[in-house]
């Protein structure tokens, strides 16, 4: 029998980690549980490629050949699994709120096979959810996760017509639960959030002001909990620049490290203020290679949450500072490179879309330096500030 050497190599299908190991041969294996059959029984296989993409590629085709295999007799609960681990290309948040649908809502049917479910059924479910109080933005939000794993089943039921049909009713129905009020029209600007950081007094003021003034310069949370030290670095020339190329997000309570974006305009580099280069070189840390960001995902954002909420915005979440940004810089290029936007999208075409890369840098410096002056009330080095960093307790 050929020995079995340890090691590291991993991949993803969907949202699940996979461990390869090496045969003596070279070839790469795993030995894995997939589900049940219908009698109850482990669905044990073992798969060999010879190499780790091949490994993945045959995985992945295990996977919808088990559950094609199910035919009629797949339920919505595993239709769900199925599509979340057959979609390997969904971001992390995307299959983190699919698996919340089908946690959360539609629980009639839920042990349903899918090709059984009606018109009715999906009607019931509905006022089910709409009666224990789920607001139109939630409910709407839910539908449409429903029928993109009910039309990749191709169930019979969901015919284009119905579809439209509950569509409308969820539209159109009464709600007792009104959600929460978003009031994009009067968002704060950039400088009244950081007006709300020097009046913080809280023991982890210096930690908010990081995490927020980040935020203000358009990085999404699963960005700025990505952020090494060594990717906000200094050159020679004195200028400081961010590199935006991975991403840390939270999935049932584990943190999952990507040395990828959101998209290809995510990956990005920008100029800041060296104050605030100074800022967070100033946190202690042992290597470059360590998180600036270091709290869980529960505590970044209950730390900005808190602070919106003293000054009057509890509906302002670590999310909407991206928000402020691009309604304070809508009318500006920085919307492109620091933001991480495509300007194909119009969001921030403008007279400015056609700036030389010398004119971009300093419009991104500008605001990024508005921002560290209002905080800091002066222009001198933010070494004279004294910085507390505490990470392993609870804000």
């Known amino acids: 029998m050929a020995k079995k050497k340890s090691n590291t190599n991993c991949f993803y299908v969907g949202d699940r980690q996979f461990n390869a190991h090496i045969a003596d041969n070279g070839n790469y294996y795993i030995q894995a549980d997939f589900g049940k059959d219908e009698s109850g029984k482990r669905i044990r296989k073992k798969v060999t490629a010879k190499s780790l993409n091949e490994l993945s590629k045959k995985v992945e085709e295990l996977i919808i050949e088990l559950e094609s295999n199910h035919g009629d007799n797949i339920t919505l609960v595993n239709a769900f699994e199925s599509y979340i681990n057959t979609h390997a290309s969904l971001a992390y948040n995307t299959l983190n709120s699919y698996r919340n649908t089908i946690k959360y809502y539609f629980k009639e049917l839920q042990n349903k096979p899918i ?11 509905i006022n089910t959810d709409i009666a224990k109080g789920c607001a139109k933005t939630t409910m709407k939000r839910e539908f449409t996760v429903l029928c993109v794993v009910l039309n990749y089943f191709e169930v019979p039921a969901l015919t284009p017509k119905v579809q439209k049909e509950l569509k409308s009713y969820v539209n159109n129905a009464t709600y007792i639960g009104k959600g929460r009020k978003k009031d994009f029209e009067n968002l704060p600007t950039a400088l009244d959030v950081v007006e709300w950081l020097k009046a913080d007094t809280t023991k982890y003021k210096d930690r908010t002001a990081v995490c927020v003034l980040l935020g203000l310069h358009s990085l999404r949370v699963e960005e700025v909990r990505g952020l090494k030290f060594k990717d906000v670095i200094k050159e020679k020339n004195g200028n400081c620049y ?8 939270c999935i049932r309570g584990k943190d999952h490290f990507r040395e990828e974006t959101k998209n290809e305009y995510s990956t990005r580099r920008f100029l800041i203020d060296n104050r605030l280069y100074d800022m967070i070189h100033s946190i202690e840390h042992k290597s470059d290679d360590d998180f600036v960001i270091s709290i869980c995902n529960w505590q970044y954002g209950s730390c900005i949450k808190q602070l919106a909420i003293k000054n009057g915005y509890d509906w302002i979440t670590a999310h909407i500072l991206r928000h402020i940004f691009i309604s304070d810089n809508k009318d500006c290029t920085i919307a492109e490179i620091v933001g991480g936007w495509s300007l194909k999208g119009g969001v921030s075409k403008t007279v400015y879309t ?7 840098e300093k419009l991104t410096k500008e605001y990024s330096g508005k921002l560290l002056d209002c905080y800091f009330d002066t222009e001198k080095d933010s070494c004279e500030r004294n910085i507390t960093w505490t990470v392993n307790k609870a804000v």
């Open 115 to 125: 090709r059984q479910i009606t018109k009715s059924d999906l009607m019931q479910a």
């Open 242 to 249: 961010v590199n935006i190329h991975a991403t840390k997000t």
């Open 354 to 360: 056609h700036a030389r890369h010398e004119e971009k």
